[in-house]
């Protein structure tokens, strides 16, 4: 079993939509929690941290759950700019040391 | 947050040489991370830089390979040497510019082709 899973997609939604991406970790020990945006040949941006308690940034949501060991991002009205590959990201447990999921591709048409 | 300036931004190369990728960040940090990612793939964590000791590498990735230089607290080399097809990759530098834990910044990555 991966340490962070993602379903790879691509995702194919239609401008305005509502999408939501889950991601499941192993170790019951993570601390951190993170969605990171990567677009097509560019390097990963911190998107939002993930909370306990879930949190809010515009149009995104972020949800934890740590008793199922999983995250999601819910994204609200999507644009055709928030086409890219949404990766999440789990701290091993220990200082420094980040997990990477595979990410889960998004594409908004038009 | 911080900025980090990545170099080269892409090379091809002949397999057998090495070449020597830098990260210049424009403030101080502790610790610098390198990274891989293979064509689409995620990240893999090649080994962490301390400014005034030597690298601390994950499984899979060896000194000899992949030599770090952290010269001070806003620099760092990663050397792929020795290359071969296999190494055709991005690579990445990334910083925790919060100390934190909660917010890394990546240099824009390393596009290597080993021909």
């Known amino acids: 079993r991966k340490e962070v899973e993602q379903d790879p997609g691509p995702f194919n939604v239609p401008e305005g939509a509502t999408v939501a991406f889950n991601c499941t970790y192993s170790n019951s020990a993570s601390q951190s929690f993170f969605w990171y945006r990567q677009d097509c040949r560019k390097e990963p941006k911190l998107l939002m941290s993930?909370?306990?308690?879930?949190n809010e940034d515009g149009r995104f949501t972020a949800q934890l759950n740590r008793a199922s060991q999983y995250i999601s991002l819910l994204i609200r009205d999507s644009k055709l700019s928030d086409s890219a590959t949404y990766l999440c990201?789990?701290?091993?447990?220990?200082?420094?040391?980040?997990?990477w999921g595979a990410g889960t591709k998004l594409i908004i048409k038009p | 947050s911080a900025v980090i300036s990545q170099k080269p931004s892409r090379d091809i190369c002949q397999r057998g040489t090495s070449l020597t990728i830098q990260c210049q960040v424009d403030?101080?940090?502790?610790?610098m991370f390198w990274y891989r990612q293979q064509p689409g793939q995620s990240l893999t964590l090649i080994a962490t830089a301390n400014q005034g000791s030597e690298a601390t590498y994950e499984s899979g990735f060896v000194i000899d390979k992949f030599p770090i230089s952290r010269p001070n607290l806003t620099f760092s080399t990663l050397t792929v040497s020795n290359m071969s097809p296999e190494d055709s990759s991005i690579y990445l530098c990334s910083v925790d510019w919060t100390g934190t834990n909660y917010g890394y910044t990546f240099g824009s990555g390393t596009r290597l082709t080993v021909v």
């Open positions: 403030s101080q940090v502790t610790m």
């Open positions: 993930v909370y306990s308690s879930g």
């Open positions: 990201v789990v701290n091993s447990g220990s200082n420094y040391q980040l997990i």
